[in-house]
């Protein structure tokens, strides 16, 4: 079904004449940051977040005064590729093989692909690692990305050491050696990406997810930290705190600092290199944030953070400047969302959406460009949690017209006990939802909350089995050498005691080697692997770090993968699992 709406999509577009059309279709940056919250940036009150570039950009574009973003990164980032809803996609953590994103699901690169952009990915990707769910296998031609949920998580190799600076990275899905801070990285590629599209004539997308400024953050660029750790961030911190707790978290929120300001560097950069190129007019650079930030901190007037879905948690910026179309230091009062993005872009670039390509969101491009006469009123929802499938009314908003309708439940739950605890709250006359007016509006909470319940159920019936998780395909000539991470096996922690398995499809029947890759331990220990139908054990001498199981034979189909070091009465999983075919 999807190749088919694909072929449709290129067909219908290309009818039109390359030179006639495409010549005046404008280029497309979209660039994310991560963990970054509404209120960190200088336009948004905020004096001590140095970010003259994002400052310009918000000064010299459009930005939607209301915009929604889910309140963890996986669902915001499938919501994005996709214009659905993430409960639609397959999509609805961010590990434990919640995060992978169905194949089926059209991108937006293969979207703009189909209508010969050149399309490129930067930096994070975070919904599936391995074949057929990488960037390059939907839709990216050119892809340097880092591995799961960020740099110094347990899907990166582990000789990169946690590294943020001189990182192992991913070039079109092959192991490479960076060097520089990461975010210079991508923001470089993106660059040269850029430039040598335009030398060929080529439109492009370049779509820069960067994983700053997530954590850990113990590799920060370092002239801004010792920039910023000169400062007093007291003001911004919202929980009471003892002295000693005071400084740490002064010392954290400066580097948080010194990466947000690094992005904003590299924005800079970018942009002069698009007036260098003769690009910047018709380029349309859209900015956005992936959730509320990282850290209890001010968020302009709204209360909550990262995992909430109160408006701190869900609220971002939208700012999108096109100099050729849009007038610049404008404003929208249009609600928009993530799911937007697909049929705003799409729109601006003159692609028609193939027949049978359903999306959620709705196009913005006229509250962009100024031409819309009167706001849209609409209904959106918002959910998030933990757990292998969502639960009715836990963590979620439905927003429509002024009023929001909320169950603040807690994300790292994987359900609430009782019934659900609404709040209601006038959002426009109170963004800080200080008054909740559940009591005084129960009709309007009832309404909202049987609107919700559609949403629900249409989300969920999308297709069958619509929360089980994609099965990563080993042996595919596309993707020779399978690494399974932690990042996606089921039932487990990150926990170094864990353990958990993968669900995968073998491509191809055949001998492969399975190397085990761990943490060396100071004793002998018991192996046991167990791949479909085979089990195969060994010992692990003290001090091993690895084992090879060689020439094991695989049968193709869907399969259950374990592994498992016993020693004593304990037992763990490995970090890794690599698996490559030899014959």
Known sequence: MKNTLLFILFAVNSLVSVNSVWAKRPNIIVIMTDDQGIGDFGFANNSLAETPNLDALYEGGVHLEQFYVSPVCSPTRACLMTGRYNYRTRCIDTYLGRSMMDTNEITIAEVLGAAGYRTGIFGKWHLGDNYPLRAVDQGFEESLIHKGGGLAQPS?????????????????????????????????????????????GDPFFAY??????????????????????????????????????RQAENDKLARIFAMITNVDQNIGRLIKALKSAGQLDNTMIVYLNDNGPNSARYVNGHRGSKATVLEGGVRSPLIVQWPSSIKPGTASNQVGAHIDLLPTIAEACGVKLAKGHEVDGMSLLTALTGEQRRTVERTLVIQSHRGNQPTRFHNFLIRKGDYKLVHPSGFGKESFEGEPQFELYNVVKDPSESNNLIGKEPKLARQLADLYEQWFDDVSSTRKDNYAPPRIVLGSQHDPIGVLTRQDWRDGTWASAANGHWLVS?????????????????????????????????????????????????????????ATLTQGDKSRGPYQIIVTKVK
């Not at 990182?167 to 430039?195: P, R, W």
């Not at 003290?542 to 034979?553: H, I, P, R, T």
């Open 208 to 245: 820069i997810p960067t994983n700053a400024p997530h954590g850990p953050f113990h590799d920060v660029p370092q002239e801004l930290y010792e920039h910023y750790k000169q400062k007093d961030f007291s003001s911004i911190m919202v929980r009471d705190l003892n002295e000693k707790q």
């Open 156 to 200: 990166e190799p582990r000789e990169n050491g946690r590294r943020y600076t001189d990182a192992i990275l991913f070039h079109n899905g092959n192991q490479v050696q960076s060097k520089g801070y990461c975010t210079d990285v991508y923001f470089d590629a993106a660059i040269e990406f850029a430039n040598k599209a335009s030398a060929d």
């Open 506 to 562: 073998v491509d191809s029947a055949g001998a492969y080697n399975v190397k085990l890759v761990y943490d060396a331990a100071k004793t002998d220990e018991s192996v046991k692997l167990e791949f479909g139908r085979s089990v195969i054990e060994d010992e692990s001498s003290a001090g091993a770090d690895e084992l090879v199981f060689e020439n094991v034979q695989l049968v193709p189909g869907p399969q259950k993968v374990q």
